[in-house]
């Protein structure tokens, strides 16, 4: 019974994988393809794990670390990914309406931002 | 009292990881992790740790453990959101970036209220400058901060303005 039960939350987590392969191929810049590949890291591992702690009981303890350490951790690089890219946003041709952050460094940099 | 605060969560941190890896339990593993927690957290660390922010008392542990269920329904429906995004012919995609304002003041509050938005598929935290927080967002809906904050912020402040200020 747990091993089915397991084995279908396993499949959910690898559904969202696929996806956001998906996403990654169709979204047009860096800032989409993040969001995209987002979901893969959230809710995909967090259910791909959990199905292999139901399917093997005596490992969920194992897969609940796993899964608070990516939950921590993910935040910080795609963090770190967002800003290179919104200092890289002309050469990788992202478009973003409206673009508040570069509002807020052109009033303050006007003078020498080429 | 700030500092006796962080050893005893530093030990049950470090306690309750020992115990998740060391899973079919047994009372001498146990207390063999229990003696190296506490050598651990005995040891002399930073004042400027954050997990000194976290309050104890049992509204915050309540909203704490409510704010676990909000995060993960709003987990849920963004990853749904995005992934209809993702399957619809026309890709409905409006990407921009919002400017966002936080009525968190501690370090952990701010850091909490950044990572929930980034783990939510849909919007990114770009950058954080003091009360100002920079999100990318996958479908602007509203430009303007006040509709921005209401937007995105507004579901988990309120939480995490009781766990951690």
Not at chain 2, 53 to 67: E, F, I, S
Not at chain 2, 80 to 96: C, S
Not at chain 2, 103 to 109: A, E, F, I
Request: proline residues 5%; contains cysteine; aromatic residues 8%.
């Amino acid at each position: 019974m747990n091993e089915i039960v397991g084995a279908f939350v396993s499949l959910a987590g690898s559904l969202f994988f696929l996806l956001s392969a998906v996403g990654l191929l169709r979204m047009p810049d860096a800032f989409n393809r993040m969001q995209a590949g987002t979901k893969a890291t959230t809710l995909g591992s967090i259910l791909f794990l959990l199905g292999i702690g139901i399917m093997k009981p005596d490992w969920l303890g194992r897969m609940v670390i796993l899964i608070v350490f990516i939950v921590l951790t993910n935040p910080v690089s795609s963090n770190a990914l967002a800003r290179a890219a919104h200092a890289h946003r002309k050469r990788i041709g992202a478009r973003l309406e409206p673009d508040a952050l570069a509002a807020e460094d052109g009033g303050k940099e006007a003078g020498h931002a080429g | 009292m700030r500092t006796v605060k962080q050893r005893i969560l530093s030990f049950l941190g470090l306690w309750g990881v020992w115990l998740l890896l060391t899973a079919p339990w047994n009372s001498e593993e146990a207390a063999a992790g229990a003696v190296v927690a506490l050598l651990v957290a005995a040891l002399p660390f930073s004042r400027a740790s954050p997990l000194g922010d976290l309050k104890l008392g049992p509204r915050a542990l309540a909203t704490l453990v409510a704010y676990f269920f909000v995060f993960t329904k709003a987990l849920v429906l963004s990853n749904l959101d995005v992934a209809f995004r993702v399957l619809h012919p026309r890709l409905p995609i409006a990407p921009g970036i919002v400017k966002v304002k936080t009525r968190l003041k501690t370090p952990l509050g701010r850091l909490l209220l950044a990572n929930s938005i980034t783990l939510t598929p849909g919007t990114i935290t770009v950058e954080m400058r003091g009360e100002d927080v920079f999100v990318h967002w996958i479908k602007v809906a509203d430009a303007d901060p006040e509709g921005a904050t209401a937007a995105i912020v507004g579901g988990f402040e309120k939480y995490l303005e009781v766990i951690c200020g």
